[in-house]
């Protein structure tokens, strides 16, 4: 009798799961398996809005592979000492998981491998299997290089690689019912601090409501409500994909290329595999330059905080930054616009604001994150590094009505249209902003300059 061990990692879900899939195909016994890593927990990455989605995910799992006849294991410790404790215990054959392409996840594969190779005499194999990605890294690629650099070639390739068509959730997972299942710990238990006031809760049978949502309707809009940061205009999916509660498959294929939105909204999946492919060759994109440009980046905490805190008297930065304190997460175009200032109008590195978006959002994403943050800083594969979102006509032009910042930035609830984006315009009338708003931290005209000269432009 063959036995098979599923180890989920961000693939927490029971519809179109590859490892799952393989596992209840090829084993008379399966055994899923998901353990709360120390060395995750131990690190700057355990944030507690992503603990907070990852739990209600683990949990969402184990009903749903109760409800096929199944259970997940629940552990935590050091991950390769529990997975050979459950390996050895149920004396298993095979250990399926998925292939991640970041340094964390390509040092556990060797570990896995090594364990099984070193620890139980070769008798247990090891299979990863792709699906974090529409397009694994590496199957398209430039002629005469490993991986794209520049998104449009990509796209246009990527456009006729194959694409996986998702499978549905095995009707029946077999697993032993004399294991120990374990308990899912609680938050507090994890992770220091609360998550934001506004998250919304995880797990793959919210992420499928969310889908059918998105694909009943607002996605027809797309392609021109994207960059509205007020409306319901993105699919707020990001989540759901990042912990693998959704597969991007599922999504790709309801996508109809010749309907309103559908092509626009490929593409951003298509932004997504961009990014992991490119996190596959540079290991390092998360903390070494892409393009350098020569960056002698200023040391201001001042700045930074004020940035971090909302407060930086431009309203649609600062309504971004308090929409990310109050929900884990922030609008695509909020996004550009406040890594933008950070680094271009304040020139203040990079990697500061990434990490501090790694802190809050519970998308927060290696590829997405880092490399997105890169684009903007322009030390990443935008073919424009030195472009630079003016913070005022950036609201005006996708919050005309002021209804964004309105919403996070209590403080101009008074001010009008008029002045709205620009508030220190409307000093000495009626519709001057509170002084609990402050003036801009820097002029706009003047950081340009300031941005231009120190890149040598």
Known sequence: MST???LFTRDL???DQPALLAACRDADRVVPLFVF???IFASRYAAPNRVSYLLDAVSELRDALRERGGELLVRRGELIDQVKEVVVEVAADSLHLAADVSAFAHRRDLALRAMARENLGGRLTVHAHEGITLVPPGDVTPTGGDHFKVFTPYWRKWLQAPHRTPEPAPATVPTPSDLFAGDIPQLGELVDGTPAPELRPGGEAQ???RLDWWFDGPIEDYGDARNHLAGDGTSKLSADLHFGCLSVAQLADRVDRGRDGHETFLQELCW???NHQMLAARQDLPHTDIRTQGDRWLDDEDALQAWKDGMTGYPVVDAGMRQLQREGWMHNRARMI????LTKHLYVDWRAGAWHFMDHLVDGDLANNFGQ????AGTGTDSRPNRMF???????????EGIYVRRYVEELAEVDDAHLHAPWEADGSLFASSDAYPAPIVDHREARDRFLTARGK
């Open 338 to 341: 406040v890594a933008s200032f």
């Open 37 to 39: 890593d120390d060395a």
């Open 13 to 15: 879900r029971v519809h």
């Open 4 to 6: 098979a061990v599923v």
């Open 272 to 274: 997504r595999d961009f």
């Open 207 to 209: 992420a499928h409501r």
């Open 373 to 376: 943050w890169q684009w903007t």
């Open 390 to 400: 003016n913070p005022v006509t950036q609201g005006q032009r996708y919050d005309p």
